[in-house]
Structure formats: structure tokens, C-alpha cells
């Protein structure tokens, strides 16, 4: 038997498991036409080769039997999402989202709705045939009002479950789209009209233009419960009603909506301005942000020495912390820095320890601090219990001494908070109580790395350097006199 | 190059030299410096960051960029690992490579932001629908959150699998030194099996559906022998192993807990070893059941006895039932980590010392 070659099909349908060239659909199925229309385009605009269509969970699940050209077929409701990462993997393809109306208007509405507000450059093929095909005929979001489903065995009842979801409508609000359209396939002259849209459609892609939404009303005889004669008369006159047909944007063709209209910026228009660019990882990363050390090396004559700095979020804690720990490097020591995280960093009471260690560090929690550095009474009562035998505690003056450190641990008072605000730089308690970790000689690191990470931690406030170094030998002075 | 990073940022780093083109992600505590971080490099260089609106979405992109051939990636924390499983799943069943962060705060439910490894079962066994697995790698210091990131996409291409890198909101957070790779990896090329939008890939077909029920079964089948196979990729290491009366078994941060007990009750003269698997799926059991054959053992874990669990079933299946059945565990929950005083007095216990 002598076949007609169908453009942009497959001439047969191996795929479907069987050597012939029918397809799954019932007859008078919408999705049977559009598959025609959808490979007819594909292949009289050329683009085959180019075309990543990505399919959905439904009755357009098995596109990939006939359509000849690459694809991937995604979970339910997520053809939206998943075509956004081709396009974006691929931006010079032609990639083509087809979703039914379960999968796009309900589990998947967020996902598309949120595509098409990004600006996606994808196209996307909505079948609203008013309910869930495959799976057995249930309510869809766009069930008509009345309407006999599975699930709605008494009509659709607003009053029960809402109205139609009219998709078009509420995408149409959004900023970003430049093509949104609703075609149908109820009879000739409309199935010529959604080839043109259709053709639209790719053309939008072909030119990498942006999102594209066209939703094809279309017949679903089987859960109709109708002849295709009398299913195509409902999709042409129930439906159409319900769901009235237009383009609703081309923006190209200056057809925009009029709250749209004016200020109408398709991003895929725009160019990227904000993002400085850089030619590779060793680029990018080759600048430190902090001092330049060398990897660590072991040495296991340097003992371990675990650190614990605590006070009010803002008294710079966490970066006195992460000086320290930047002078260990400087001495090729294993170093790590752990912050308090989660609620307590916004606001309240914020911490982090520093362990220092001539070899690798095991556990990165510090239980028996060496070296506990408080600037506040609750952390001063929290943690002064767990310092080692042998520690030292250095404590702002403001604190009063409610608890005595443990036996065997000393405790320093230093007037932190009061120096800075002496010296005219509040916000330079903890370069004080650097001055105190040095000036005690708490830290067992050279004095010249614990300055040069102080200056390295002012990398992006340049004109912050030279007056802390000031500040922290004043401050040391002032301390070594006392 | 020495870079001292939060360990979130290092994954970040590590995915960038590892040639990962794409990060979908949505934001989440604590894994969200890898967000950010996400957000600020890969634009810069000429790659795509995109800001997902749900977890389900981002997995989602990833089954669309990984389709498309491309090295993608995402990160997460537990609910957002949760809704990512059944894409995790699509992923398998597709036979995409994807890498999936995971920084394992506490659960259940909203939990709070703090380190736990609660996560086990859905990190390890796969815990979304069908039998599938992942490749799953437990790093605990900054270098290995960059040094696995990039073994993560390298056994994903490899093994053509999403891979998961398995860690907690402790270490997540905790700045380290990082010493970078020499040299980025070049691309693999999957345009044998991905649509890439190009005439040699039009026929290729990415798809997790076989309608056939023996069709789906000869696949599943196939799953399984690759699961087999990637068990000469698993990976372990030992400390203070050899001779030792007790092993402490454990993965990620609480590894390096059990790291220091091992060293603190040394110094007590008492014999005590660590290991610790690196790879948790493909687990390694041999190497397990050499370094506890005969030993007394101990896990130490941040959740309710998953991995104790899991340990016990890979002894078991080893053949040493007598080290399975005694195995013993300390663990803590909820955010909260064991100490090494506890570990301690928990091994002295069980070592009648």
C-alpha cells in the first residue's frame, strides 16, 4: 500500500511498539490534529533538527512516537520547568513545551505560570480539552460549569469547586510574554487558524524571541461521552463560550494588552548589563578576599588550641573570630571557623569558634574552650563553666562577674567596649579585644600575622587599615601599661 | 590557590572547576550560601543561574538541563530534599546526571536550621518512588564539600546518574581552607543519548516511561547491574585502624568527632580506630567488613539509628552477623552534636574501661 509521506512524523511508529503508522489517539481527538499541525510546522519551517520538544504526562505523553525530533518526555506537570532547562542549556534550540490542561492549569500551573512571568524562551503548547484525558476523564481547572466528569458526576458545581480556569486570561497580566493565543480545532476553518498560530509559535522560537503561550481548545470525544461530530460541536460552542478564541498578545505585531502595552519589555529584548564578566575559575578565584596563606602544614609539635569569641550580634564577633583564624594560616596551621547560625544570628547573642591545630582537626565543635573571649553577660555566664584547665577568659569590664571561671583558668577584664568609644570607633570593641588576645599573648600566634589579618580583614574598606592598625596598637599600649 | 571559605561556598567553587553550566535552586536554610554563591559565579562566567520558585521546579530544570546534555546541579536542605525526590526519581529513571546538595538540617517537618543526618534513607537508598539509587558521597571538611562536588558530577556523568552530596548545616556553615583544582575539567560530551537541538541528536530520546511491563522490568534489571557496578567506585578511609579493639563507624561531621575520641582515648592507652565511609551509596562494605571483622563496633551519627541500621545490614551481609548484631551506637538529634566527651564515655562503656 502506497502511503502519504507526513511532514515531521516518523513514517512509521516503532516507538509505539507496533510497525504501523496509527496513532494512540481516539478518533476526533484534538491532540491527533494538532500532532499533525505541531509536525507539519516543525518541518516546513525546517527546524527538525533544531527542536527539542519536551512532553507531558497525559495524551501527550507519546508525541515522541511521531514527532521526528529530539525529546524528553518530564513528569506530570512539570514540562514548564523542565523546558525551562533546555532552554536555558540550550538557547540556540527550538524547544517546545505540550501540555494538557491537568498537567499545565493544575499541578503544574505554578511552574508555568512562573516560566512565562521569567520570560522563558520556550514555547508552550496548551491542550485545554476541559478535562483529564488519560487518566480517566476527571474535573479539570478548566471543566465548564455543569459539566459531567468523573469526579463531578453532577455537573460542576462552582459552588463545590470554583469556576474555569481561564489560563490565557491571568498569563496575559504578566510582563514578559510576547505571544499568547487560544485557537481550537473544532472544525476546518479553525484547525487553519491554529496551524498559523502554531507556525507563530515556532517562528517566535526560531528568532529566540521569548515565551509563547497558545492554548488550542480541543475535543476530547471518549470523556465527552460523544460522537466526534457532536464532541467538536460542544468544543465549538460550549467551550468557545467559556473560553472565547483570540490573540491576546504578538507583541511584534503590536498587539499588547493596554495595561501591557506601553511599558511592554520582553526580556528576551533585554540585555544583561549588571554581571561583570570573567574568563575562568582561576580568574574569578585567583584574588583572595582575605589574607594569602599557604595550604596548611602538619606539624605535631603545635598542640591544638580551641577558641570561643561571644557577645551581641554587631559587636563584630564573628569577624574578630575569623581574624584569628586568618593569623593561623598565615603560620600554615589547620584552621577552622564555625559560626553560631540560624535565628540567633539576627539579632540576640552571636558566637563562633576558631580551632588551631598543628594537625588535622577532628571535631569542629569547641566543648573546652583554650581561649573564651566575651563581650556580654549572657555569653560570659554561658560558656565560662567550659574553659580548660590552663585557659584564659578575657572578658569586657562591663560584665559583671556573676561566676568565677573554673579553677586553674585566668580572667582577664578588659575595658573594651569603653576604650573604642574613648578612641571615637564604637564599632571597634573587637580590634580591642585583639589587642587583649595579643597583649596577653592568648593566641600562641605571632603578633605580626594577628596585624596582618586584622588589615586583610578590611580588604574591601581600605581607608578602615591604617586606623585599626592604630587603634590595636594604641589599645595594646594602653593595656601592656596597665 | 588557598582559598579560606564557608564550606557552602566551596561546593560552589568545586562545581565551577567541575564544568557544571547550570544551578537551579531555591533558597533554604543552611544551604542558601551555595545560592548565593551560585548566583554571583556562574553568570560571571557566562554560565546560568536560575532562581527557581520551588524545589519541584528546580529538580525539574535539572531533568530539562541534564536532558539537554549539560552538567546542572542544585542544593537544598531536608523539606526542600523532600520535594525533590520524585524529580531525583525521573532523573534515575532517565538515566540523567545531576548533582544534588543536600545540607541536612533537623527535621521532621519545619525542624530547626541545625546540623543533622536524618536525611540518611532518602540520601542513600533513593527516596523516591521505584527502585533506583543514587551516587552518594559524605563530605566533612570545605576541601572535600569542593573535592566531592567535583567527584559528584564526575561519577553522574560516569555512571549517568544524579549523584547526591550528602551534608549537614554544621558543616554547611564552618570555614575552612580550600585549596583549588590546577585546572577545570573539560566537558563530557552525552550527545550519544541527549537532545541537544542539533541534526546528530534528533532521533535521541530522553524519557523515563516503558509502557511495557517487561520492557520496564529488562530496565530496572539493567539499574540494578549498574547499582552492582558502581560498587568499584565506593570509597572509604581509616584512622588508627589497624590494631584497634573498637572501631567507631561514621560518616560525614561526625566522622571527625569520631576522629578526635579515637585520638583522645589513645592517649588513654585504650585501642580505638575510625572508619568511615566516604561514599554511602555504593557503600563499602568490604572494606568495612576488613577494618570491624572481630572488633567491637560503635557508630556515631546525627539522627535515630538510620546508618547504625545500615551498617548492621552491610555487616550482615558480609557474612560478619556476630559484628552486626553488637553493633552499638551514640547519636543526638535535633540539631544538637555529639560530643567528643560523650563519644568517650560511651566507647569506654562498651569497652568495659
Request: proline share 7%; charged share 20%; hydrophobic share 35%.
Given at each position: 500500500?502506497?502511503?502519504?509521506?507526513?511532514?515531521?512524523?516518523?513514517?512509521?511508529?516503532?516507538?509505539?511498539?507496533?510497525?504501523?503508522?496509527?496513532?494512540?489517539?481516539?478518533?476526533?481527538?484534538?491532540?491527533?490534529?494538532?500532532?499533525?499541525?505541531?509536525?507539519?510546522?516543525?518541518?516546513?519551517?525546517?527546524?527538525?533538527?533544531?527542536?527539542?520538544?519536551?512532553?507531558?504526562?497525559?495524551?501527550?505523553?507519546?508525541?515522541?512516537?511521531?514527532?521526528?525530533?529530539?525529546?524528553?518526555?518530564?513528569?506530570?506537570?512539570?514540562?514548564?520547568?523542565?523546558?525551562?532547562?533546555?532552554?536555558?542549556?540550550?538557547?540556540?534550540?527550538?524547544?517546545?513545551?505540550?501540555?494538557?490542561?491537568?498537567?499545565?492549569?493544575?499541578?503544574?500551573?505554578?511552574?508555568?505560570?512562573?516560566?512565562?512571568?521569567?520570560?522563558?524562551?520556550?514555547?508552550?503548547?496548551?491542550?485545554?480539552?476541559?478535562?483529564?484525558?488519560?487518566?480517566?476523564?476527571?474535573?479539570?481547572?478548566?471543566?465548564?460549569?455543569?459539566?459531567?466528569?468523573?469526579?463531578?458526576?453532577?455537573?460542576?458545581?462552582?459552588?463545590?469547586?470554583?469556576?474555569?480556569?481561564?489560563?490565557?486570561?491571568?498569563?496575559?497580566?504578566?510582563?514578559?510574554?510576547?505571544?499568547?493565543?487560544?485557537?481550537?480545532?473544532?472544525?476546518?476553518?479553525?484547525?487553519?487558524?491554529?496551524?498559523?498560530?502554531?507556525?507563530?509559535?515556532?517562528?517566535?522560537?526560531?528568532?529566540?524571541?521569548?515565551?509563547?503561550?497558545?492554548?488550542?481548545?480541543?475535543?476530547?470525544?471518549?470523556?465527552?461521552?460523544?460522537?466526534?461530530?457532536?464532541?467538536?460541536?460542544?468544543?465549538?460552542?460550549?467551550?468557545?463560550?467559556?473560553?472565547?478564541?483570540?490573540?491576546?498578545?504578538?507583541?511584534?505585531?503590536?498587539?499588547?494588552?493596554?495595561?501591557?502595552?506601553?511599558?511592554?519589555?520582553?526580556?528576551?529584548?533585554?540585555?544583561?548589563?549588571?554581571?561583570?564578566?570573567?574568563?575562568?575559575?582561576?580568574?574569578?578565584?585567583?584574588?583572595?578576599?582575605?589574607?594569602?596563606?599557604?595550604?596548611?602544614?602538619?606539624?605535631?609539635?603545635?598542640?591544638?588550641?580551641?577558641?570561643?569569641?561571644?557577645?551581641?550580634?554587631?559587636?563584630?564577633?564573628?569577624?574578630?573570630?575569623?581574624?584569628?583564624?586568618?593569623?593561623?594560616?598565615?603560620?600554615?596551621?589547620?584552621?577552622?571557623?564555625?559560626?553560631?547560625?540560624?535565628?540567633?544570628?539576627?539579632?540576640?547573642?552571636?558566637?563562633?569558634?576558631?580551632?588551631?591545630?598543628?594537625?588535622?582537626?577532628?571535631?569542629?565543635?569547641?566543648?573546652?574552650?583554650?581561649?573564651?573571649?566575651?563581650?556580654?553577660?549572657?555569653?560570659?555566664?554561658?560558656?565560662?563553666?567550659?574553659?580548660?584547665?590552663?585557659?584564659?577568659?578575657?572578658?569586657?569590664?562591663?560584665?559583671?562577674?556573676?561566676?568565677?571561671?573554673?579553677?586553674g583558668v585566668k580572667l582577664y577584664q578588659v575595658p573594651a567596649i569603653q576604650m573604642a568609644e574613648d578612641f571615637g570607633v564604637p564599632k571597634a570593641a573587637n580590634t580591642m579585644m585583639l589587642a587583649a588576645l595579643r597583649a596577653f599573648k592568648a593566641t600562641g600566634l605571632d603578633d605580626a600575622h594577628l596585624e596582618t589579618a586584622l588589615c586583610a580583614s578590611f580588604k574591601k574598606k581600605p581607608q578602615l587599615v591604617e586606623k585599626n592598625r592604630d587603634l590595636l596598637h594604641r589599645a595594646e599600649t594602653a593595656l601592656l601599661n596597665n | 590557590m588557598t582559598k579560606f571559605v564557608k564550606s557552602n561556598e566551596a561546593v560552589v567553587m568545586g562545581a565551577l572547576y567541575a564544568g557544571c553550566d547550570l544551578y537551579f535552586g531555591y533558597p533554604i536554610t543552611p544551604a542558601s550560601e551555595i545560592a548565593h554563591g551560585a548566583a554571583k559565579w556562574f553568570p560571571m562566567l557566562g554560565r546560568t543561574f536560575v532562581q527557581a520558585e520551588c524545589e519541584t521546579a528546580s529538580v525539574n530544570m535539572m531533568f530539562g538541563a541534564a536532558g539537554a546534555g549539560k552538567l546542572c546541579m542544585t542544593a537544598t536542605s531536608g523539606p526542600g530534599f523532600s520535594l525533590m525526590q520524585e524529580g531525583i526519581s525521573y532523573l534515575a529513571g532517565a538515566e540523567l546526571p545531576a548533582v544534588i546538595v543536600d545540607v541536612n538540617r533537623a527535621g521532621p517537618g519545619l525542624g530547626n536550621v541545625y546540623p543533622e543526618q536524618s536525611d540518611y534513607t532518602p540520601a542513600v537508598k533513593g527516596g523516591g518512588h521505584g527502585n533506583y539509587q543514587t551516587f552518594t558521597l559524605a563530605p566533612a571538611s570545605a576541601q572535600e564539600m569542593c573535592d566531592f562536588t567535583i567527584k559528584a558530577f564526575q561519577m553522574a556523568a560516569k555512571w549517568r546518574t544524579p549523584a547526591v552530596v550528602f551534608a549537614d548545616g554544621l558543616q554547611g556553615q564552618m570555614m575552612e581552607a580550600v585549596e583549588l583544582p590546577d585546572a577545570e575539567l573539560p566537558r563530557p560530551d552525552f550527545s550519544e543519548w541527549a537532545a541537544q537541538g542539533e541534526p546528530a541528536t534528533r532521533r535521541n530520546l530522553v524519557k523515563s516511561i516503558f509502557l511495557d511491563a517487561a520492557a520496564q522490568e529488562v530496565f530496572n534489571e539493567h539499574l540494578q547491574r549498574k547499582y552492582e557496578d558502581m560498587a568499584a567506585d565506593a570509597m572509604a578511609e581509616t584512622y588508627l585502624a589497624a590494631d584497634a579493639e573498637l572501631i567507631i563507624v561514621a560518616f560525614g561531621i561526625a566522622s571527625r568527632v569520631a576522629r578526635t575520641t579515637a585520638e583522645t582515648l589513645r592517649r588513654k592507652g585504650l585501642k580505638v580506630g575510625v572508619f568511615r565511609p566516604i561514599t554511602l551509596n555504593p557503600f563499602p562494605r568490604e572494606r568495612l567488613a576488613a577494618a570491624a571483622k572481630g572488633r567491637k563496633i560503635m557508630t556515631i551519627e546525627l539522627d535515630a539509628g538510620q546508618f547504625a541500621d545500615d551498617v548492621r545490614l552491610n555487616l550482615a551481609k558480609a557474612g560478619l552477623g556476630a559484628e552486626a548484631a553488637n553493633v552499638m551506637m551514640i547519636h543526638r538529634m535535633g540539631g544538637q552534636v555529639v560530643t567528643v566527651d560523650d563519644a568517650v564515655k560511651a566507647a569506654k562503656m562498651i569497652l568495659g574501661k
Open positions: 500500500m502506497k502511503t502519504i509521506e507526513q511532514k515531521g512524523m516518523y513514517q512509521k511508529f516503532p516507538r509505539s511498539g507496533k510497525d504501523t503508522r496509527v496513532t494512540h489517539y481516539c478518533a476526533g481527538c484534538g491532540h491527533g490534529i494538532v500532532n499533525k499541525l505541531v509536525a507539519e510546522c516543525c518541518a516546513e519551517m525546517g527546524l527538525q533538527d533544531q527542536t527539542i520538544f519536551v512532553d507531558p504526562v497525559g495524551c501527550g505523553v507519546f508525541t515522541y512516537y511521531y514527532w521526528d525530533a529530539a525529546h524528553i518526555s518530564a513528569a506530570h506537570g512539570r514540562a514548564s520547568a523542565a523546558a525551562t532547562g533546555v532552554s536555558r542549556a540550550r538557547p540556540d534550540a527550538v524547544t517546545i513545551a505540550y501540555q494538557g490542561d491537568g498537567d499545565l492549569g493544575a499541578i503544574g500551573f505554578n511552574n508555568a505560570f512562573q516560566a512565562a512571568s521569567r520570560g522563558e524562551k520556550f514555547g508552550c503548547i496548551f491542550i485545554n480539552n476541559s478535562l483529564y484525558g488519560m487518566t480517566g476523564g476527571q474535573m479539570a481547572p478548566t471543566t465548564l460549569e455543569g459539566e459531567k466528569t468523573t469526579t463531578t458526576p453532577f455537573g460542576r458545581d462552582p459552588a463545590l469547586t470554583g469556576h474555569p480556569l481561564h489560563v490565557c486570561e491571568v498569563f496575559n497580566q504578566l510582563q514578559a510574554p510576547v505571544y499568547i493565543a487560544r485557537v481550537s480545532v473544532a472544525d476546518t476553518k479553525r484547525i487553519l487558524q491554529c496551524k498559523a498560530a502554531i507556525k507563530r509559535l515556532f517562528e517566535i522560537q526560531r528568532d529566540h524571541k521569548g515565551y509563547a503561550l497558545l492554548e488550542i481548545l480541543a475535543p476530547c470525544p471518549t470523556n465527552f461521552r460523544m460522537d466526534p461530530l457532536k464532541a467538536a460541536d460542544f468544543c465549538k460552542n460550549e467551550m468557545e463560550t467559556e473560553f472565547p478564541l483570540g490573540t491576546f498578545r504578538d507583541v511584534e505585531k503590536g498587539v499588547t494588552p493596554e495595561a501591557i502595552g506601553a511599558q511592554h519589555q520582553a526580556s528576551a529584548a533585554l540585555e544583561v548589563k549588571s554581571v561583570p564578566h570573567v574568563a575562568s575559575c582561576a580568574e574569578l578565584f585567583g584574588v583572595s578576599d582575605g589574607v594569602d596563606a599557604p595550604p596548611a602544614e602538619d606539624d605535631p609539635s603545635v598542640p591544638e588550641r580551641r577558641f570561643k569569641f561571644a557577645g551581641y550580634g554587631g559587636q563584630g564577633i564573628l569577624s574578630l573570630g575569623i581574624c584569628v583564624a586568618e593569623a593561623a594560616r598565615l603560620e600554615k596551621r589547620h584552621t577552622l571557623w564555625f559560626p553560631s547560625y540560624g535565628p540567633e544570628q539576627r539579632g540576640g547573642s552571636a558566637s563562633c569558634s576558631v580551632v588551631v591545630s598543628g594537625t588535622p582537626i577532628g571535631s569542629p565543635t569547641v566543648e573546652h574552650p583554650d581561649v573564651l573571649v566575651c563581650m556580654n553577660q549572657p555569653s560570659y555566664e554561658r560558656f565560662v563553666g567550659d574553659v580548660k584547665k590552663g585557659g584564659i577568659v578575657i572578658v569586657d569590664a562591663s560584665v559583671p562577674i556573676t561566676k568565677q571561671p573554673p579553677e | -
